[in-house]
């Protein structure tokens, strides 16, 4: 361990091997819901609980960007569902002819279906003008908020929750329903309940959409391209 004058470093040993399999079992059969969600009600400590994982993500100058909007209430989600809906038809329209009946056959509730949704928004102002590690790379803030998502994902993922993550829908439209200010981005509308079964694959693996590629084609060394 290294030297420790102000109280603030701790043991960073490894894990143990079955600490170890829990987090990258957490990682690998992480899985985006989308219709599959109980009706049952999230219990608010375990909602806190997730929610003290999303704020223990890394931030760029420790900003802390992010806020979450909870939003539980059948008619506010109704609203948001047909926003989404709106933009799903859009969405639509824009695959090849032959793929637009696929792309209509996925089932895209969970706005309705399940009992807890979370917006998970960035505050870009919150740091100041100048913020440490942003200075050249202004979307960092967005990407840390982003860590706070994957943060809360893994930890339901553990604690027997599914989330969906919806990003179909003009942002305008949410934020008028939620009065979210012009100045705060949405980065994420979260659909949260318990599940009983997930894919054991990604869902547009199963369905043949797309499949994942292999890490062995995705790594270089040195430079682009070079194997």
């Known amino acids: 361990m290294l030297p420790d004058q102000n109280g ?52 760029v100058g420790f900003m802390q960007p992010w806020n979450f909007i909870l939003v539980r209430q059948s008619e506010t989600r109704e609203r948001v569902w047909r926003a989404f809906e709106r933009a799903n038809q859009e969405a639509a329209l824009m695959f090849p002819q032959e793929a637009q009946a696929k792309y209509r056959s996925l089932k895209l509730e969970g706005i309705r279906k399940a009992p807890l949704s979370i917006c998970v928004t960035c505050d870009r102002s919150r ?51 939620l009065g979210i200010p012009e100045h705060i981005e949405i980065v994420a509308w979260l659909c949260l309940g318990f599940v009983d079964r997930l894919y054991r694959q990604p869902e547009l693996a199963v369905k043949g959409w797309r499949q994942r590629l292999p890490l062995e084609e995705l790594i270089f060394e040195e430079g682009w391209g070079r194997r």
């Open 8 to 59: 603030c470093l701790a043991a960073a040993a490894a894990f143990s091997p079955d600490e170890r399999a829990a987090v990258y079992r957490a990682i690998e059969t992480r899985r985006d819901v989308r219709d599959e969600f109980l009706p049952e009600p999230l219990p608010e400590e375990l909602i806190a609980r997730l929610l003290g994982a999303a704020h223990q993500a890394p931030s």
């Open 127 to 177: 740091g100041g003008a100048v913020v440490l590690g942003r200075t050249h790379n202004p979307q960092m803030d967005v990407y840390s908020t982003v860590c706070a998502v994957q943060n809360l994902w893994l930890a339901a993922r553990a604690e027997g929750v599914g989330v969906g993550w919806v990003s179909i829908f003009h942002e305008s439209e949410v934020k008028a329903i």
